[in-house]
């Protein structure tokens, strides 16, 4: 990311795809007992056009995390020709609503995507949205204690953001990216109201947990 209005024009395209695409998706997905995680995959080279824009589909499988299901539409349906695809990392950029979990991290890289974004982090995945199954596989699954106190192991990050498959960043860090105090205080709103987009949805969700309409995985 090498100028200010490249990031500005990442910032307003993401939020954008986020509000106008991928909710009306994941409003059909909360409805039907699926998870509100949704992924898009844009084009670099036609001005960040999205691709594929998909969400959770657990309902068919609980495999089919938003991210999982955008990768697998992008090479089965809307690319399905090796020759005319484009290359992942070299011509796509990822974006996820919510930090990839360890399955979406996976994909993400076997799929050979290179710079991924998401807008909620783990955090908010967990707090706002009672959904804590990423941070807890990552935990339970990939972080091997050593000869670390339980203190230090709690210190560890819990996946490498930036290693020779990925760069992972959400929009809060590359609204830290800009030099312009007013442009960081607009977009940081921006990203606030996006977000607030999700609190409809996730009542939804919750309300059918509650009714039993959603699918009998506890995964993401």
Not at 120 to 130: I, K
Not at 177 to 206: C, F, M, P
Request: proline share 4%; with cysteine.
């Amino acid at each position: 990311m090498s100028s200010q209005a490249e990031i500005v024009k990442l910032l307003s395209t993401l939020l954008s795809v986020v509000e106008t695409s991928i909710v009306p998706l994941t409003r059909k997905g909360v409805s039907s007992g699926s998870k509100l995680f949704g992924a898009a995959i844009l084009s670099r080279a036609e001005d960040l056009k999205p691709l594929t824009v998909a969400t959770n589909n657990e309902r068919v499988s609980p495999l089919l995390h938003g991210e999982i299901n955008c990768i697998q539409q992008f090479f089965t349906a809307d690319f399905p020709d090796p020759a005319t695809r484009p290359d992942p990392r070299r011509d796509c950029i990822f974006f996820a609503t919510h930090e990839p979990c360890s399955l979406c991290l996976s994909g993400i890289a076997w799929s050979g995507f290179s710079d991924f974004y998401y807008l909620f982090t783990y955090e908010d995945s967990r707090d706002l949205f009672a959904i804590p199954y990423d941070i807890e596989i990552l935990e339970e699954v990939f972080r091997v204690k050593g000869a670390e106190t339980d203190h230090q192991l709690q210190q560890r990050a819990l996946y490498n953001k930036n290693n020779k498959f990925f760069r992972g960043r959400s929009l809060a860090d590359l609204v830290a990216l800009l030099d312009d105090e007013a442009q960081r205080t607009h977009w940081t709103g921006e990203i606030q109201r996006v977000k607030a987009l999700y609190n409809s949805l996730s009542e939804t969700y919750q309300e059918g947990k509650k009714l039993g309409a959603t699918s009998s995985s506890i995964w993401k």
